[in-house]
């Protein structure tokens, strides 16, 4: 039985107080000092892990002023504040041993757009792509590119002064922040924006901390201004973070926001941004240039500058591989042709084009096509490209390239290519010779790595592998670090291109020179205690020993993972790889990751958050000598009343109130609905279902089980003996009183009835066999060559029988001989709520079923979408060797290529909506819905969706109902309700046709159900 978890890091009682204070003060938005909060926000996409003090969600402007306000009262002066945005920082940028500030909860609103002037007003927590969503009916955007867009706030692009791909055009965030609203230490706030020399002098005049400000930070610019043009060097990604070099503007005016961007939340909060927005150009195109060499790619981009492109951006063979291995190829493969022929893709440049003159597009394009046809094949040069045009496709790409930075991650092995020095930059003329003496850095201590970026602008992501957990190879962040500074020192450049600096602010001084002083005379204007992030981008002078971070000296998460055994991180492999590249924060209601923390917008309800969580439980159980691999054995062997007085001891002790971190966890555990959309879009393909299931096996060898457990876990061994007689089990689910008992003491809502006409009954009338060795062997050659076997699951067999027979007809009519397979428990309701032993008992022999009659060559196919990818997935739990089992749209692509349907049909519209798992696990089968719509002259567009909120019983548990219906709405409801779509609505997965029937009353047909009807009329 394992431990109870009480005995940790507690916060400290000042920063106790401080929340208590805060809190009767008015503070409206959230306090969060509990573990689990705290060890969320511990780490982002950095290789450092720090523990805060709490996390604190500011609902408004107001809340941002009490929090400033109450740390500038002498019993607070030694409370750490630290702001935080989407926390994808690569440099430990906003992780602090403080408090944590993050605005991205409530703080992310768009306040206001005027399309005429082109600019918008935004809170600092609202996302990029959120804004370029709002902007783009009126033809605007945003222009800053980040690989990070989907979850990066408008605060953090600010405070890392971020930029992307296309900077040579469209420069850095600070080059398009027109005004901020910013909340000083002692709560005030400040509206800053480019000031006339009238406007400075009013503003010197004041007495306060803002005249103080304005007066030294004008005196630094006007008495160091020769050292300020010698030491910031002439770079497209300029020097950031208390950017002296353009204090001043072109137009000599005097802007503070040139401080603010980049100064990483260690001068002032931000909270509201006015920002300069731009036309989306009318035309784009994309060409895709094809090397046998990264070399040849990087000094091929100089020349390539020369044809006027928007942007060039560079992608090396491993990230270009891994990119291969990810459902984003899918989307991409066709652009990228490998020839026959033609040598191994060892580097690609991604040159585009945008124009608001089409034809002025094509000429540019057509020019630097000949261009590459005349010198394809020369040494040094490309061998082959492909040519995109439009915005829809061209973004494809640019997908594929965004999460290129995830994907490296995702290598193999324990070595993992990990952030450190991944952001340098130098002149774009110097770029090939400096990544070549970097790659000899990484050569000589035989390290893989792998490249991408910006070699317009002169900066290239280089992140080498090395397996943090191991004392040695974690010696080389120090190592190479110091050498890559000296490089970029050699070749003119800078070690933060574009990352900000965050612990990497050790190298500051270094870079500053004589300046550096000056920096720490601004840091002491704002912040004369060291209060805000500190340790970061410069020290307040007036801090005597005040000291920056070292990057070899802040706390990093491998020395907390090496704690964990080495056969327990591979049992829970999926949540040690997580990287926190952020990917599961995605904004977007569209898309299908993360359902539970869209809904819930709490970051330990995310796949980043239960990973977290999961590492930092397997090393306090570790540290108390508990093996988790062990235990579970443990738990599976032991019979049910062996343990059952200390599992009924222990859990009135929990409901009494007894603090155990295991609860903390299993809270966040239970909020997952095993949609599994995080293996499927993770690019480091974080498992949560898997690590999910098998921490549930083991808290429960602890704790009692919640009745609804059991009623899941045991339905289809049940609905077999319930369906021969359905009438008693459909009046009870149907009797308000007994729905009144379930919701409150079983713990489940809106249970579906059993169909009255069985589908064996149904088979019967259609003549069609159950599948069996002997039904198969009577078969004729014939009749094997278009025979199919649908392998049953409990939700379509028993709750939607006329589905199962729907598609017997359908196929039937498609000319191909059907069988059924005897119905046997598939087993994942009790993988999901972590049965793991009565599992792999019920897979066992459901596989064994499903491999005699896969032997008789006849293929299989399953009508429910994550049921039958189960077999795939799951069932790899209990060995390699499992049946194949395809979805339908997998097998009858190719089945009605090989057997073509005669005659015409009416073409229809119809808009499909795809199951979670489906469309993020088997991405290609979307694709082939179509293209059998196709086969029967039908068209059928794929609509964007995110989740509809039920995933298998999830939304039928009475503590999940609220959310359920809070993540349908984000997506689905609107959708389902337009009268744009009456009547051509269609959804693959059973939970979503059943969350549409139980919340809008509305019958979304199955694809198959629609082609009945198609193929009926011929």
């Given at each position: 039985?394992?431990?109870?978890?009480a005995e940790l890091n507690p916060v400290q009682t000042l920063y106790l107080d401080f929340l208590d204070t805060l809190k009767h003060q008015g503070f409206e938005g959230d306090l969060n000092p509990d573990y689990a909060n705290r060890v969320v926000l511990a780490t982002d996409n950095s290789i450092y892990q720090v523990l805060p003090q709490g996390v604190l969600y500011p609902k408004n402007t107001e809340d941002l002023v009490?929090?400033?306000?109450?740390?500038?009262?002498?019993?607070?002066?030694?409370?750490?504040?630290?702001?935080?945005?989407?926390?994808?920082?690569?440099?430990?940028?906003?992780?602090?041993?403080?408090?944590?500030?993050?605005?991205?909860?409530?703080?992310?609103?768009?306040?206001?757009?005027?399309?005429?002037?082109?600019?918008?007003?935004?809170?600092?927590?609202?996302?990029?792509?959120?804004?370029?969503?709002?902007?783009?009916?009126?033809?605007?955007?945003?222009?800053p590119e980040l690989s990070t867009s989907n979850r990066a706030t408008i605060g953090g692009m600010i405070n890392t002064d971020a930029s992307g791909q296309g900077s040579v055009l469209y420069g850095k965030t600070r080059d398009h922040v027109l005004a901020l609203k910013s909340v000083l230490l002692g709560g005030e706030c400040w509206d800053s924006k480019a000031i006339s020399d009238e406007e400075l002098a009013v503003h010197?005049?004041?007495?306060?901390?803002?005249?103080?400000?304005?007066?030294?930070?004008?005196?630094?610019?006007?008495?160091?201004?020769?050292?300020?043009?010698?030491?910031?060097?002439?770079?497209?990604?300029?020097?950031?973070?208390?950017?002296?070099?353009?204090?001043?503007?072109?137009?000599?005016?005097?802007?503070?926001?040139?401080?603010?961007?980049?100064?990483?939340?260690?001068?002032?909060?931000?909270?509201?941004?006015?920002?300069?927005?731009?036309?989306?150009?009318?035309?784009?195109?994309?060409?895709?240039?094809?090397?046998?060499?990264?070399?040849?790619?990087?000094?091929?981009?100089?020349?390539?500058?020369?044809?006027?492109?928007?942007?060039?951006?560079?992608?090396?063979?491993?990230?270009?591989?891994?990119?291969?291995?990810?459902?984003?190829?899918?989307?991409?493969?066709?652009?990228?042709?490998?020839?026959?022929?033609?040598?191994?893709?060892?580097?690609?440049?991604?040159?585009?084009?945008?124009?608001?003159?089409?034809?002025?597009?094509?000429?540019?394009?057509?020019?630097?096509?000949?261009?590459?046809?005349?010198?394809?094949?020369?040494?040094?040069?490309?061998?082959?490209?492909?040519?995109?045009?439009?915005?829809?496709?061209?973004?494809?790409?640019?997908?594929?390239?965004?999460?290129?930075?995830?994907?490296?991650?995702?290598?193999?092995?324990?070595?993992?290519?990990?952030?450190?020095?991944?952001?340098?930059?130098?002149?774009?003329?110097?770029?090939?010779?400096?990544?070549?003496?970097?790659?000899?850095?990484?050569?000589?201590?035989?390290?893989?790595?792998?490249?991408?970026?910006?070699?317009?602008?002169?900066?290239?992501?280089?992140?080498?592998?090395?397996?943090?957990?191991?004392?040695?190879?974690?010696?080389?962040?120090?190592?190479?670090?110091?050498?890559?500074?000296?490089?970029?020192?050699?070749?003119?450049?800078?070690?933060?291109?574009?990352?900000?600096?965050?612990?990497?602010?050790?190298?500051?001084?270094?870079?500053?020179?004589?300046?550096?002083?000056?920096?720490?005379?601004?840091?002491?204007?704002?912040?004369?205690?060291?209060?805000?992030?500190?340790?970061?981008?410069?020290?307040?002078?007036?801090?005597?020993?005040?000291?920056?971070?070292?990057?070899?000296?802040?706390?990093?998460?491998?020395?907390?993972?090496?704690?964990?055994?080495?056969?327990?991180?591979?049992?829970?492999?999926?949540?040690?790889?997580?990287?926190?590249?952020?990917?599961?924060?995605?904004?977007?209601?569209?898309?299908?990751?993360?359902?539970?923390?869209?809904?819930?917008?709490?970051?330990?309800?995310?796949?980043?958050?239960?990973?977290?969580?999961?590492?930092?439980?397997?090393?306090?159980?570790?540290?108390?000598?508990?093996?988790?691999?062990?235990?579970?054995?443990?738990?599976?062997?032991?019979?049910?009343?062996?343990?059952?007085?200390?599992?009924?001891?222990?859990?009135?002790?929990?409901?009494?109130?007894?603090?155990?971190?295991?609860?903390?966890?299993?809270?966040?555990?239970?909020?997952?609905?095993?949609?599994?959309?995080?293996?499927?879009?993770?690019?480091?393909?974080?498992?949560?279902?898997?690590?999910?299931?098998?921490?549930?096996?083991?808290?429960?060898?602890?704790?009692?089980?919640?009745?609804?457990?059991?009623?899941?876990?045991?339905?289809?061994?049940?609905?077999?003996?319930?369906?021969?007689?359905?009438?008693?089990?459909?009046?009870?689910?149907?009797?308000p009183f007994i729905r009144a008992v379930m919701k409150r003491f079983a713990g489940m809502v809106d249970s579906p009835v059993i169909c009255r006409h069985s589908l064996r009954q149904g088979l019967i009338e259609r003549s069609v066999e159950f599948a069996s060795v002997e039904s198969i062997g009577r078969l004729t050659a014939a009749q094997r060559q278009r025979s199919v076997i649908i392998v049953q699951d409990a939700f379509?067999?028993?709750?939607?029988?006329?589905?199962?027979?729907?598609?017997?007809?359908?196929?039937?009519?498609?000319?191909?001989?059907?069988?059924?397979?005897?119905?046997?428990?598939?087993?994942?309701?009790?993988?999901?709520?972590?049965?793991?032993?009565?599992?792999?008992?019920?897979?066992?022999?459901?596989?064994?079923?499903?491999?005699?009659?896969?032997?008789?060559?006849?293929?299989?196919?399953?009508?429910?979408?994550?049921?039958?990818?189960?077999?795939?997935?799951?069932?790899?739990?209990?060995?390699?060797?499992?049946?194949?089992?395809?979805?339908?749209?997998?097998?009858?692509?190719?089945?009605?290529?090989?057997?073509?349907?005669?005659?015409?049909?009416?073409?229809?519209?119809?808009?499909?909506?795809?199951?979670?798992?489906?469309?993020?696990?088997?991405?290609?089968?979307?694709?082939?819905?179509?293209?059998?719509?196709?086969?029967?002259?039908?068209?059928?567009?794929?609509?964007?969706?995110?989740?509809?909120?039920?995933?298998?019983?999830?939304?039928?548990?009475?503590?999940?109902?609220?959310?359920?219906?809070?993540?349908?709405?984000?997506?689905?409801?609107?959708?389902?309700?337009?009268?744009?779509?009456?009547?051509?609505?269609?959804?693959?997965?059973?939970?979503?046709?059943?969350?549409?029937?139980?919340?809008?009353?509305?019958?979304?047909?199955?694809?198959?159900?629609?082609?009945?009807?198609?193929?009926?009329?011929?």
């Amino acid at each position: 039985m394992i431990p109870r978890l009480a005995e940790l890091n507690p916060v400290q009682t000042l920063y106790l107080d401080f929340l208590d204070t805060l809190k009767h003060q008015g503070f409206e938005g959230d306090l969060n000092p509990d573990y689990a909060n705290r060890v969320v926000l511990a780490t982002d996409n950095s290789i450092y892990q720090v523990l805060p003090q709490g996390v604190l969600y500011p609902k408004n402007t107001e809340d941002l002023v009490r929090i400033a306000r109450l740390a500038d009262q002498p019993r607070f002066h030694n409370v750490v504040l630290s702001a935080r945005g989407g926390g994808t920082g690569t440099n430990g940028q906003s992780l602090t041993d403080g408090l944590i500030v993050d605005c991205s909860k409530y703080m992310n609103r768009i306040l206001e757009i005027n399309p005429d002037e082109r600019w918008v007003r935004v809170q600092g927590g609202v996302v990029k792509d959120q804004l370029n969503k709002a902007l783009k009916p009126y033809g605007l955007f945003f222009a800053p590119e980040l690989s990070t867009s989907n979850r990066a706030t408008i605060g953090g692009m600010i405070n890392t002064d971020a930029s992307g791909q296309g900077s040579v055009l469209y420069g850095k965030t600070r080059d398009h922040v027109l005004a901020l609203k910013s909340v000083l230490l002692g709560g005030e706030c400040w509206d800053s924006k480019a000031i006339s020399d009238e406007e400075l002098a009013v503003h010197q005049q004041r007495e306060g901390l803002i005249g103080e400000i304005h007066r030294v930070v004008n005196q630094i610019f006007t008495d160091c201004k020769a050292q300020i043009d010698s030491c910031f060097p002439k770079l497209n990604r300029c020097l950031t973070g208390y950017d002296l070099a353009h204090i001043r503007d072109e137009s000599g005016r005097f802007n503070l926001n040139s401080l603010l961007c980049g100064a990483e939340g260690s001068l002032a909060f931000i909270a509201e941004a006015k920002l300069n927005v731009l036309p989306i150009p009318k035309y784009a195109a994309l060409v895709n240039v094809k090397y046998d060499s990264f070399e040849s790619s990087l000094r091929d981009a100089k020349a390539l500058m020369d044809w006027q492109p928007t942007s060039i951006e560079t992608i090396d063979s491993k990230v270009l591989n891994l990119a291969m291995g990810d459902i984003v190829w899918d989307s991409v493969r066709d652009y990228f042709p490998q020839e026959e022929g033609e040598p191994t893709i060892r580097g690609i440049n991604l040159i585009e084009y945008t124009s608001d003159d089409e034809q002025d597009l094509k000429a540019k394009v057509e020019a630097l096509c000949q261009h590459l046809t005349q010198i394809k094949g020369q040494a040094g040069k490309s061998f082959g490209y492909s040519v995109v045009y439009g915005a829809a496709e061209i973004n494809k790409v640019w997908a594929m390239r965004k999460k290129a930075v995830g994907l490296l991650g995702n290598a193999q092995g324990d070595k993992r290519p990990v952030a450190f020095v991944e952001d340098t930059a130098v002149p774009p003329e110097n770029l090939a010779d400096f990544i070549m003496e970097f790659r000899k850095v990484l050569d000589d201590r035989g390290l893989a790595y792998g490249m991408f970026g910006h070699v317009d602008a002169g900066v290239l992501h280089v992140r080498p592998a090395l397996d943090m957990k191991d004392p040695e190879q974690e010696k080389m962040v120090r190592e190479i670090t110091d050498q890559v500074v000296v490089l970029t020192q050699k070749y003119k450049g800078l070690l933060w291109g574009e990352h900000g600096k965050g612990v990497r602010s050790e190298y500051a001084p270094e870079f500053f020179g004589e300046l550096y002083p000056q920096l720490q005379r601004i840091k002491a204007l704002f912040d004369p205690r060291n209060q805000m992030n500190p340790g970061k981008i410069a020290t307040p002078s007036t801090v005597e020993g005040a000291q920056l971070l070292k990057i070899d000296q802040v706390p990093m998460r491998g020395q907390h993972d090496r704690q964990i055994p080495v056969d327990v991180r591979q049992t829970y492999d999926s949540a040690m790889h997580c990287n926190g590249n952020g990917a599961c924060f995605n904004y977007d209601p569209q898309d299908a990751m993360c359902p539970s923390w869209k809904g819930t917008r709490q970051r330990i309800h995310s796949p980043k958050g239960r990973s977290s969580l999961i590492r930092e439980w397997l090393k306090l159980m570790s540290q108390r000598g508990t093996d988790l691999n062990q235990e579970a054995k443990q738990v599976r062997e032991a019979g049910f009343l062996t343990r059952l007085p200390k599992r009924l001891i222990n859990t009135v002790r929990r409901d009494r109130g007894e603090y155990d971190f295991s609860n903390e966890v299993h809270e966040a555990m239970m909020g997952c609905l095993a949609c599994k959309s995080c293996v499927g879009q993770c690019p480091i393909k974080v498992n949560v279902p898997d690590f999910r299931a098998r921490f549930l096996e083991v808290y429960y060898g602890r704790y009692m089980r919640p009745v609804k457990d059991y009623l899941v876990g045991s339905l289809e061994f049940m609905i077999p003996a319930l369906s021969r007689f359905p009438q008693p089990y459909n009046w009870a689910m149907q009797n308000p009183f007994i729905r009144a008992v379930m919701k409150r003491f079983a713990g489940m809502v809106d249970s579906p009835v059993i169909c009255r006409h069985s589908l064996r009954q149904g088979l019967i009338e259609r003549s069609v066999e159950f599948a069996s060795v002997e039904s198969i062997g009577r078969l004729t050659a014939a009749q094997r060559q278009r025979s199919v076997i649908i392998v049953q699951d409990a939700f379509t067999s028993y709750f939607e029988t006329q589905l199962v027979l729907d598609l017997v007809d359908l196929l039937g009519r498609l000319g191909f001989n059907v069988m059924v397979a005897p119905f046997m428990p598939n087993g994942k309701p009790l993988h999901v709520h972590g049965f793991m032993k009565a599992f792999n008992k019920a897979a066992e022999k459901n596989a064994q079923m499903l491999k005699d009659l896969e032997s008789s060559g006849i293929p299989l196919i399953g009508i429910d979408p994550s049921m039958t990818l189960t077999y795939r997935s799951e069932y790899k739990d209990i060995g390699d060797d499992l049946p194949k089992v395809q979805l339908i749209q997998e097998w009858l692509v190719d089945a009605l290529k090989a057997f073509p349907v005669k005659g015409e049909t009416t073409q229809h519209t119809f808009k499909l909506m795809a199951h979670c798992t489906e469309k993020t696990n088997a991405a290609p089968s979307i694709r082939q819905w179509q293209e059998v719509f196709a086969a029967l002259g039908q068209k059928l567009e794929v609509l964007a969706t995110g989740c509809c909120g039920m995933s298998g019983t999830f939304g039928h548990e009475t503590q999940n109902y609220a959310l359920s219906k809070e993540i349908y709405a984000l997506s689905w409801s609107e959708i389902v309700n337009s009268p744009a779509h009456r009547g051509q609505l269609l959804a693959t997965g059973y939970s979503c046709r059943s969350q549409v029937k139980r919340l809008d009353n509305q019958q979304l047909l199955h694809p198959v159900q629609a082609l009945l009807g198609v193929v009926q009329t011929l």
